[in-house]
């Protein structure tokens, strides 16, 4: 069954378009962080980051850009913050990967209290290395 986004990419359902070329789509989050918040949705199906051609996500980088500079145009964005949910542990509640495009406006008070987490003593030298470890051998693929 084709999921939400396969339908408005389709037109089987409506959705607020703002920009479509041969690869990607953009429309207005039906529940937005601010009003303008787009998203940059890939026509070829892909569920997210990890399964996702690099060219997809080049297209989803590229059109994120234009939309964003629209954003910045018409409403006076000041700012935007992209985000990409990937995985369910990340929020991702659609999966047909999508490219969140926030307008932010100065003090708009948006993502006001985000949580950080310390590291012990060496603990991030010992973490850096643990994952260098794994794309050194993934660049070697
Ligand atoms: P995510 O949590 O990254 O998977 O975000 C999915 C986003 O899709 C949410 O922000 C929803 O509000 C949005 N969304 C779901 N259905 C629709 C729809 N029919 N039209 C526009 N946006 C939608």
Redesign the pocket.
Known sequence: MND?FEK?IARE?P?AIIYENDSVIS?????PTNKGHA?VVPKQKCENIFDAPVETLANMIRASKIVAEGLRASLGADGVNLVM?NGAAA????FHA?M?VIPRFTNDGVFETPKHVAYDAGESDTLAEKIRAVLSEAATD
């Open positions: 939400i408005i359902i959705a429309f207005l989050d039906i529940r998203l949910n929020g991702q509640e659609v999508h969140h």
